[in-house]
């Protein structure tokens, strides 16, 4: 809430509404008359949301739609300028609890994945038909998992006894196939990459996170704030090379004598960010122990 700053009566967007928490924050911060527009891809988070939110009124317009169309959703609400937009990306508890949507290593229903069940191949058909290779590729691109070769060896020798089918039959196939993690470190399950890896793919998240990225910075106003609270490596190297893109001036080649990009930053960056949660938070809630915020607010060019 610091790093967005919101201000009563200013224009909001939560692109990744989950169960509503940071909007019924912001909700009440830009009150009495700002408004708040909410995407969520699931619609069960907008479900959950709505009643939520409902004590907002028409404050809070809910959107089912994928933050990759942040632009056109937020023209079409009358978002277009915003005041500060939110991304606090990748998935919510509520979906990890929801057994029947493939999230947890624990579930035994079918391992989908898919934040928008509706749309793109759920994660059970990547793990049927990906050849080793491709498998090993994905691993590693998306997980950086260290033991790729040796998990996707054993997905190709297991599928072919019985199907990948389930979030727990995939998660116990690569425990049995990756070594044991250095003891002394915090117990983290050995299938946390791999699961990372297929949820990405499944839903395209890095593309889906440049363009709304590109998208955000066009839609804020002058002193507006864009705030991204990601959970890995991957997407937080996308938001900080984004803002470091966006707050530098010309980007011509130093061996040009004159400018001839025109390019003028954008953004500067909200001080006290990056913010990573203290040991405390961590001990309150272990699911933020990867988190980091960045934060940045759109200049006058
Ligand atoms: C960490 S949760 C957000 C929790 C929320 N801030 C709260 O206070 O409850 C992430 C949410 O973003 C959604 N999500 C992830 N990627 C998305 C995308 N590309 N477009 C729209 N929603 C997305 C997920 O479905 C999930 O509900």
Redesign the pocket.
Known sequence: MQALAPRPGSLQI??????????ARILEAISPDGRLLG????AH?IERSARRLAPFGDRAQLRQ????SIASVAADAGFDPSDGI?L?????S??LADAARGFSFRAGGPLDMR?DPTRGTPAADLVARLDEAELVALFRRFGEEPFAGRIARAIVAERRTAPIDTAQRLADVVERAAPGRPSGRRRVHPATRVFQALRIAV?S?LD??EV?LAAAVDLLRPGGRIAV?TYHSLEDRIVKRFIAAERRGCVCPPELPVCVCGHRPRLRVVAGTPATPSAREIGANPRARSARLRAAERLAA
């Open positions: 939560d692109g990744t509404l989950g169960g509503g928490g940071h909007a995407l969520d891809a699931d988070a739609a994928n933050f990759s939110l606090d990306l990748g998935l919510s509520y979906q934040f839903n998240e889906a996170l709304a609270l």
